[in-house]
């Protein structure tokens, strides 16, 4: 009998859960496609409807992860790891490396993607399993079709849960294996010592495959001509002399924005230095979209239905692509910087230094375009490796000497000016460093090292275009944050219009520029080790590594030249950093907040433990140092702290304690162990006290968790303040009682609830300190009360002809 209503409940709520997800969740195309072995063998006298295999209550889960997407990913894997095996040439190994990573990664993100999808799916069938239970002899055969149904489901789900994880850690450390693979190519090629040009050796080699490389540059030259030749003929020239004339008129237009553009900005910006840098902003992506859309309009007419373009000269024209867009930047940035109007100059110049570097901009617009020739000629020409290695080595020879533009035209300047100025500060510096970069490039051309000077100039332009294109921007949002965004500021204002509060606005002003100054860092740190080449793909890829991290694997401790020298680097960079960062929230947030000094110590020290923690995991994971290899060191800890260590670590928490609940806060004035001072620091281990006699004692944290401390500054009720005030004996007290009590009800910002009190606290030297007591309204603050309740008596007192004086030893405590 106990057994009756589960019968009969099962198929109850079967029926139920059937009803509420068969209109959402049925597919009738599954349920023709897929018959369970039940419904197809066992005959049955029930209705038509009853008769026909019961509807999924879920879709099939192949229709997205198919076995033929499963057996493509597992195919692709094995390809790209059979093309990592192969032997390329010098010329090609870079891009096929660079193919094959990319395709890697394709692979684990994909494979991360149907994980993410199909993953649900099985909690849902295992839900399902446990709302049918466990198998019953009596239960109804649809129950049990069910179950067996959902189990055969959630097996293959579970199958393919496991190929789809396997897939991602393959791709995953293929993708890291090729990255160290490429890397180590790249060092190889960068060591490579060729014959040095200014010996015999070098020329006769250049002369051995002379024939062969004036072959190969003819054919690319005809190349060339003959699609120009079809461009220019027939219908097809009038397609390209109207790109030709659109390219003229957008460039025109370009070099022609300047002066609306600059209206524009002192229009709607306010005076001062953010509109020179909004103005160059604005005309450099201007110029960057201008010269690109210029250049891909020419080229696209040019190709349009022609024949003559192979994929050689395609291959050409998309590198020269590639650069065209940062001469644009570097032309519109020199027009900018070195503008004819001094008001529109980003950075503070005199004319003629202005005058002096207006060249330069043209120049190395000029040397980035050679440069996308020869990423064709070094990659792409098939000429031989010497032919290849004279034009990197005469790119690199004709480059080097503009460095010394720069500081050059700054240390004239500085000569011809009398007074110091900034430039003529930098000019010592940048002209050494630019100086030793020019004869180390110079002196590997010359020695037969030609790739590595030809690496080191162009690292060095990549990375002068970047570094100045982010300093734009970080003048830019800075400026913005101080000008525009401040409640004081127009936009800032309307915000606080809106009903936004007026320190959030301030505090999101500061910290919003911060955060992207922050990402602008990371941005040229991916730009710096992601190579020569500005890749945009290879650098999204380094800036999703910095931020989302990969896969770690288990590996042996690294002690190599570089990873000693980046564990001495970081502390150092580390130490410079925090104090950066401590400064900034010192000097520009904690302004716009309410929090007291005690707080504000709590956060820089918390702030400057967790960063050093964090500089020390950084160590750790460069030289390879993972938490399983660090289980004996925290073994002995556990073994050093339950003997020795007691004291030490019970100090460390009770640190963190006080500055998280801040039952003290420095200038809190205490008594603690018989010794009664103010705190003057807080740190992780112990608590500094001033005492009367000026000496400093050092209490353990232990101490104020442990027993029993008195806070002084806490008596006060928050936002009482008291203002005492000296008076002579002969005047009358009670009168300049009444007038104390009545000037501070008075008040505009004092409460009326407790009402201000007057009393007499002390007499010294034939007077007598009468001391009012009021409370600030709620959300003023205290100290700017109670100044204007002190201007409030000296003129009521001045009225009433009551002589006093502010005792100077008097002081008061405001919470």
Known sequence: MTRQPSRILVPALFLVLAGLFHPLLSNP?????????????????????????????????????????????????????????????????????????????????????????????????????????????????????????????????????????????????????????????????????????????????????????????????????????????????????????????????HFFCHAPLRMLVSRFLPPGRIRPITAAVLCSLIGVIAWGGAFQLLWNAVSFNNDAVAEDLSALADMVAAQVPLCGFVLELGMSLLSRKTEWRVFPMPDTLARNLRLFPFWFAGALLVRGVLRYVDTRSGLGLLPIQLMDGLYTLAVSPLLFAIPRQLRLSAQQEDTETSSANIAPLLRTLVTAIAILCWGAVLTGYIPLGYTIISWVSVMAITMTGLLLVSLLVTALGSSVFPSSGPVGAHLVRLGLPARLVDQASVVIPGLISVFLLVVAFSVATAGADFDPTQVSRRIQFIFKGQASTEGSFNLSLDAMLLCAGLPILGHYAIRIIKNWFRLRFFPTTRLDIGAQASILNILSYSAWIIIGLCMASALGVTVKSMTWVVSALSVGIGFGLQSIVQNFVSGIILMAERPVSIGDVVDIAGAHGEVARISVRSTNIKLADGSTMIVPNSQFITSAVRNATRAEKPGVFTIPLQVPFTSDLHKAMNVITSTLAGCENVEAQPAPTASITSVADGSAILTGTARAREGMDTAAVRSQALFALWEAFQENQIPVTVSTTSSSSTK
């Open 29 to 253: 195309a599954v349920l023709a496609a897929e018959p369970t072995p039940a419904a197809a063998t066992t005959p049955t006298a029930q209705t038509p409807a009853a008769a026909q295999t019961p509807a999924p209550l879920i879709a099939d889960i192949t229709l997205f992860a198919s076995d033929a997407t499963l057996n493509a990913m597992g195919d692709e894997i094995r390809a790209i790891y059979q093309g990592s095996r192969k032997d390329y040439s010098t010329s090609q190994n870079a891009n096929a490396l660079s193919t094959l990573t990319r395709r890697a990664t394709a692979v684990a993100t994909k494979a991360d993607t149907l994980l993410a999808q199909i993953k649900p799916y099985e909690s849902v069938y295992q839900n399902f399993i446990d709302i049918l239970g466990k198998p019953d002899a009596a239960e109804p055969a649809s129950i049990t079709q069910q179950r067996t149904m959902l189990t055969a489901r959630q097996r293959d789900i579970s199958g393919r849960i496991t190929r789809l994880k396997l897939y991602q850690l393959e791709a995953q450390q293929l993708t890291q294996e090729l990255r160290q693979h490429g890397t180590a190519i790249q060092q190889a090629t960068m060591t490579q010592r060729f014959p040095t040009p200014l010996g015999v050796n070098f020329w006769s080699q250049l002369s051995n495959t002379a024939e062969q490389d004036k072959s190969r540059a003819s054919s690319l030259f005809s190349e060339i001509g003959l699609v120009l030749k079809n461009a220019f003929t027939g219908q097809h020239a009038l397609l390209t002399l109207g790109a030709i004339a659109l390219s003229g008129l957008l460039l025109a237009l």
